[in-house]
């Protein structure tokens, strides 16, 4: 586990802690296109999160129904990633789906994309929020009938020349971004444990801004 949510456990109360369901699944999508041409691609940012947490805890994927699917049991709860197969536009299918057949609640569901409007590197993590024009939370929004669920926006900037929007999400990383990425990506991960193992509330207050 991260050293951050070490401390947050020990410092909550024990009564709080007890009262954690250990059979809770969490569900933790990482949006994105599939195929080698857009694996390096800003638009597939939760594919590389997801893909980096699974390296750093030798998880493996499996390629399932509309999605890859890998998962991992820490502190009583259960992990289950997807990376959906439906291309960014039908996210919501895969995501719908993977919640029906795991039994898996609305607010157990965290959702990782990128956002144009936010600096490279940024983290905005949310409850809830309009799709902000991106198409993979479009579909997710449309498919559950709601724009309650929690994502977790990773900022891309908007640093392309009027009329290239496309060309940008879908371009690769540029050099100095590459640098800053792992550093990223880690703090990235350690979210993830942190949404399931603390809680929403106190990783929007640790992570937002960082």
Do not use: C
Request: charged share 25%; no cysteine; aromatic share 10%.
């Amino acid at each position: 586990m991260f050293p951050f949510l070490k401390k947050i456990l020990r410092t909550k109360p024990a009564s709080i802690v007890s009262e954690i369901d250990p059979m809770k699944k969490f569900l933790i999508v990482g949006l994105g296109n599939i195929g080698p041409k857009y694996a390096n691609t800003r638009h597939n940012i939760g594919f590389k999160i997801l893909d980096f947490y699974a390296e750093k805890n030798l998880l493996s994927w499996q390629t399932e129904k509309l999605g890859d699917i890998a998962s991992n049991k820490l502190k009583g709860r259960t992990f289950i990633f997807l990376k959906p197969s439906t291309f960014m536009n039908l996210s919501g299918k895969a995501i719908k789906y993977w919640m029906e057949k795991e039994k898996i609640p609305l607010e157990n569901i965290l959702v990782i994309t990128d956002d144009l409007n936010l600096a490279f590197g940024t983290i905005r993590i949310k409850t809830k929020g309009s799709d902000g024009g991106h198409n993979g939370l479009k579909d997710t929004q449309q498919m559950l009938q709601t724009t309650n669920y929690n994502r977790f926006r990773f900022g891309i900037s908007d640093a392309f020349v009027k009329g290239r929007q496309v060309d940008y999400v879908l371009g690769e990383w540029e050099a100095e971004e590459e640098k800053q990425l792992p550093e990223r990506l880690e703090l990235s991960a350690e979210i993830i444990e942190s949404f399931a193992l603390a809680g929403m509330n106190t990783t929007m207050n640790t992570f937002n801004g960082k």
